[in-house]
């Protein structure tokens, strides 16, 4: 077999983080879960278990909602001045920076990727979030509206109050920032709650804002189940907001039950985004881009570039260079020399992504990269690793082009003309995001508008900026992460009339 692997690092001799106490961190310190109960985390690359974290349950979420409402009423942090709000999140950047080897090891450790990507590209940019959010607190303007007679209206952005936040396990601290920097920009108080399988840092990030100077119970991390914790989070009379990041089918159930208490909802759910490959792209770099696009943080990414479709008269020389680079994508434990790609995150992410290789396998696609584990190979018996897989020749209604696999295989779909494949590309209930390649900007542009997706990149795949705002179309969710429309989904907009007379 031609696929370069690695062997995964022995977890003795990979470094160990500092981990958080098994505890939630409740109004500014560590809090023992009511139950007393803990869970393990598991090392994706060994499936043993690495660290425990506290199973919280309702009790738990009554506390930290309590705290963070307490934290709201109190004028410390609604009314400290602008200014001094905008330092304490640069300090947090700051902690954040200097705490980077740490919080990426917790990150390696929890969800089997590279070093290289924690620590060089996640928590450095988890940092630029917070200065981003930083330089907004003293920006967060009202208006002035004109008014008949002799009055004068007032628009005020005010916090929405309690925000409870719900992440999932592929870029746990990132997905955390994302809500967390834009919503204490604003002012709210917070109930974070993270993946089960995937705690330490949103831990960490609590601890790192109470010494940036955070009063207490502006930022509660809890940890727990789904069930146990997020449903009675969603559910509390006592959060204002939800902003969910997970799987569409969770997000639905977020939706309706938050619906009881008419809570604001943000919703960021799945994807199965179309990179487009037009017959005039510059076709290393395209190649590239659909390689980075499905196998980055082996394909657990809600925007990853899943399918691709690829214009005829290029396609088949694609297929063999997307074949030929996916099996030169080193595969192994996250701490080793030299790996592009670590293992998939949990146990049940592994079943599910090679049920969906046996389905593409079924359905009649043609395999031409990979298409199963590499445990044995790679982990000599444990880890979950799989290969990076490219089938071509797919049916666009099949089930690895339509359905989530959130793993690393690609779906390779031929197209003959512009129309074509923005049919294909909007034959899902998505709409994440999109890429175009093509060597002509106007026709990629033009092609960029008419796709109904929350971000199209052209010419390049899976960049993010704090400044852009990131979300989805249809199924894909709704509301806005990042930039400045992140700043309305945690504010209220109050009007004051005033009479003048
Ligand atoms: P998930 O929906 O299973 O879980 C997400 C979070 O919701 C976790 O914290 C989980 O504990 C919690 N949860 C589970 N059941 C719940 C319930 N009944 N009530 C309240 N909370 C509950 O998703 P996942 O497997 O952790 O993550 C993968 C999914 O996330 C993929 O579908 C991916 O596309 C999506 N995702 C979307 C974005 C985006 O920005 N659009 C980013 C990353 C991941």
């Not at 993010?464 to 199924?475: A, Q, V």
Request: a negative charge.
């Amino acid at each position: 077999m031609s696929l370069e692997t690695q062997n995964h690092e022995k977890s003795s001799q990979a470094p160990q983080p500092e981990y958080p106490p098994a505890c939630h961190f409740i109004g500014g310190e560590w809090v023992e879960p009511a139950s007393g109960q803990r869970s393990a985390s598991l090392h994706p690359a060994t499936e043993a278990p690495h660290t425990e974290i506290a199973a919280g349950d309702a009790a738990d979420v009554d506390t930290a909602v309590g705290a963070a409402t307490q934290a709201f009423a109190d004028p410390k942090w609604r009314q400290m001045a602008p200014a001094k709000r905008a330092k304490v999140l640069w300090r947090m950047a700051e902690l954040i920076d200097q705490n980077r080897d740490n919080l990426a090891r917790c990150e390696s450790w929890d969800t089997g990727k590279t070093w290289f990507d924690s620590s060089k590209i996640e928590i450095p940019l988890v940092a630029e979030i917070f200065r981003y959010y930083a330089g907004w607190v003293t920006k967060n303007e009202g208006g002035v509206v004109p008014l008949p007679g002799n009055a004068m209206g007032l628009t005020l952005r005010e916090p929405v109050g309690v925000c409870g936040m719900i992440t999932p396990w592929n870029f746990p601290m990132l997905l955390a920032a994302w809500k967390v920097a834009p919503a204490l920009a604003c002012g709210n108080t917070i109930v974070l709650k993270p993946s089960e399988q995937t705690s330490l840092t949103s831990l960490w990030m609590a601890r790192l804002g109470a010494e940036a100077g955070l009063p207490a119970g502006v930022l509660n991390t809890i940890t727990g189940g789904g069930r146990a914790i997020g449903t009675p989070m969603v559910q509390h009379a006592g959060v204002d907001k939800i902003s969910f990041t997970g799987s569409t089918e969770v997000g639905k159930m977020v939706q309706r039950e938050a619906a009881e208490t008419v809570k604001r909802v943000t919703l960021e759910l799945g994807g199965k985004s179309p990179n487009i490959v037009f017959a005039d792209a510059d076709f290393k770099a395209a190649v590239r881009g659909a390689i980075t696009g499905i196998f980055y943080n082996k394909g657990e990414v809600c925007a990853a570039g899943s399918r691709v479709l690829v214009e005829r008269a290029i396609y088949e020389p694609f297929v063999e260079a997307l074949a030929a680079m996916a099996a030169k994508t080193t595969v192994g434990g996250p701490f080793a020399e030299g790996v592009r790609m670590g293992p998939l995150c949990n146990a049940d992410q592994y079943d599910s992504v090679l049920a969906y290789v046996d389905k593409g396998k079924a359905d009649g696609a043609r395999l031409v990269a990979g298409g199963m584990s590499l445990r044995d190979e790679v982990g000599g018996g444990k880890g979950w690793f799989v290969a990076p897989t490219v089938f071509a020749d797919v049916d666009p209604g099949a089930r690895i082009a339509q359905e989530e696999i959130f793993g690393p295989v690609l779906s390779v779909i031929p197209f003959d003309t512009a129309e074509e494949a923005l049919q294909i590309a909007h034959n899902t209930r998505y709409g994440l995001a999109a890429a175009v390649w093509s060597r002509d900007l106007g026709r990629a542009l033009g092609f960029a508008r008419q796709l109904r997706a929350g971000t199209v990149w052209i010419n390049t795949y899976n960049l993010y900026d704090p400044g852009l705002p990131f979300g989805g179309f249809n199924e894909s969710g709704f509301g806005r992460d990042l930039g400045r429309d992140a700043l309305s989904a945690y504010t209220e907009s109050k009007s004051v009339w005033i009479n003048l007379d």
